[in-house]
């Protein structure tokens, strides 16, 4: 049961709306990977793979211990790991997880664990860095990977693979395009060289949104299941996966000339109600929502949020809202309340998403 009334709905519905709106914009057979990293963007990744585990190709999450954690829930599909670290490359295998090998340094150590236990063909995936600049191997550094892995039958390259660097922005399209034939150029050279054809794969959300020529075998799909495309239109054929509600702890009745809240942050100008709602920053509330800059839904009002936010709590003015304790409260549920929620935070959906933290219980629906 929940004791911590504030829980974060996880809509099964809109998964599969937003998985069918990716797929009907791709060839029918180009593989799908759902991004679960990051607790599947500040829901639950594990929820979320259980219900995708039928629907996807693979699954990515970013560390090991978040591959660990799908594993150990029983989930079978093949999982990629985006950023190990050599000390995780045991329990990688331990796991069944399938690294993504970026530089010399996890290659060569992943390479010579391979050699030692000894694995057969085990999927490895080889990142390249096209402009990024983030993670991957140069492409100067294709002879010697090929030559290493025409060497072993302890790994097999499942795919190769890149990721872009500005796909939601169209004034980048330049960049982006000049990134994508690095990358074919880079595929090219695996396909003529190694003897086996290892899938490709550099597309994100946006990237299947703007450059759905470049989907090659695979596409990494993260935000776009959960609702957001990189652009209005887009964000608006897609559908809402993460609702999060609490209810009303506490109303109290305010007098002219008081006060709510820490540091007094609020003075009441006159008699009013305010409810106080047990959600707060530590659940992934950003202070900056206090103040006014933020609401909550009651009964279908917008109640500004006053004062300001508390490690466990809100407090917001409901003095023209007809509610009353125990009422439920909507801090989400819609991609327009996140999107303001992230403007106020000055920063992104993916960031306000991901805040929300593990003290949230989470269901899905
Ligand atoms: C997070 C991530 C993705 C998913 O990106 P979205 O923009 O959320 O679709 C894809 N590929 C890599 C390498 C990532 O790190």
Known sequence: MNNHVTVLEIDSNALVHNLNYFKQKLKPNTKILAVVKAFGYGSDGIQVAKFLEDKVDYFAVAYANEGIALRKAEIKTPILVLHPQVPNLQSIIDFRLEPNLYNFKIFNAFLKLADEIPLMNYPIHIKFNTGLNRLGFWHTDIPKIITSLKETTHVKAASIFSHLAASEDLEEQDFTINQINNFAYIAQQFY???????????????????????????????????????????????????????????????????????????????????ATIPIGHADGLSRRLGNKNGYVLINNKKAPIIGNVCMDMIMVNVSKIDCKEGDEVIIFNTQEMIEDIADVSETIPYETLTAISQRVKKMLT
């Open 192 to 274: 003529k060289h190694l003897g086996y054809e290892p899938m490709l794969h550099i597309l994100n959300t946006s990237g299947v949104v703007n450059f759905p020529q470049a989907q090659f075998d695979m596409v990494r799909v993260g935000i776009g299941l959960y609702g957001f495309g990189n652009d209005e239109k887009e964000t608006s054929q897609l559908k809402n996966t993460h609702n999060l509600k609490s209810i009303i702890s506490q109303i109290h009745l305010i007098e002219p000339g008081e006060t709510v809240g820490y540091n007094r942050a609020f003075t009441a100008k006159r008699r009013g109600k305010t």
